[in-house]
């Protein structure tokens, strides 16, 4: 439940991204210093022609899916919902700490929400990461 909460809070921060970086939002809040505007108007805020935020929005909802769909009952006892979580949730990680070097050493901006994005990844992948170790030690699951 708890990758599921946190996907659930990147998916608003990611939509709340998209929908500045679409032109939906006049303008950004992040405390004044005006570097998440620089960041996402930034041309690295783009991939392949689609907003990186996009990407945001499809990856934590697919997270959400997966999460909530390993607590129906007959998934309780299987892993497999658990590896994907783990699986996807750490390409999400090396997507982050990817997008965080820009930050850092090409666009010289911090945005209190990718920092916040990069967090909650980091958390779906740890709690993901250790629901998979409790598979491994309890026989029979």
């Given at each position: 439940?708890?990758?599921?909460?946190?996907?659930?809070?990147?998916l608003?921060?990611?939509t709340?991204?998209?929908?500045f970086?679409?032109?939906?939002?006049?303008?950004?809040?992040?405390?004044?210093?005006g570097?998440?505007?620089r960041?996402?108007t930034?041309?690295?805020?783009?991939?392949?022609?689609?907003?990186?935020?996009?990407?945001?929005?499809a990856?934590?909802l697919?997270?959400?899916?997966?999460?909530?769909?390993?607590?129906?009952?007959?998934w309780?006892?299987?892993?497999?919902?658990?590896r994907?979580?783990?699986?996807?949730?750490?390409?999400?990680?090396l997507?982050?700490?990817?997008?965080?070097?820009?930050?850092?050493?090409?666009?010289?901006?911090?945005?209190r929400w990718c920092?916040?994005?990069?967090?909650?990844?980091?958390?779906?992948?740890a709690?993901?990461?250790?629901?998979?170790?409790?598979?491994?030690?309890e026989?029979?699951?």
């Amino acid at each position: 439940m708890a990758v599921a909460v946190l996907a659930l809070v990147g998916l608003l921060v990611s939509t709340y991204l998209l929908l500045f970086k679409l032109g939906v939002l006049g303008s950004i809040v992040c405390g004044g210093s005006g570097d998440c505007e620089r960041v996402a108007t930034s041309s690295w805020a783009v991939l392949f022609g689609v907003p990186v935020a996009a990407y945001g929005v499809a990856g934590y909802l697919v997270l959400m899916v997966v999460a909530l769909v390993g607590l129906g009952e007959r998934w309780l006892r299987r892993a497999e919902p658990t590896r994907w979580l783990v699986v996807l949730s750490g390409i999400g990680v090396l997507f982050a700490i990817y997008l965080t070097y820009l930050e850092a050493a090409v666009i010289h901006a911090w945005c209190r929400w990718c920092v916040t994005s990069a967090t909650l990844i980091t958390l779906i992948f740890a709690t993901s990461l250790a629901g998979a170790r409790g598979f491994r030690r309890e026989p029979g699951r």
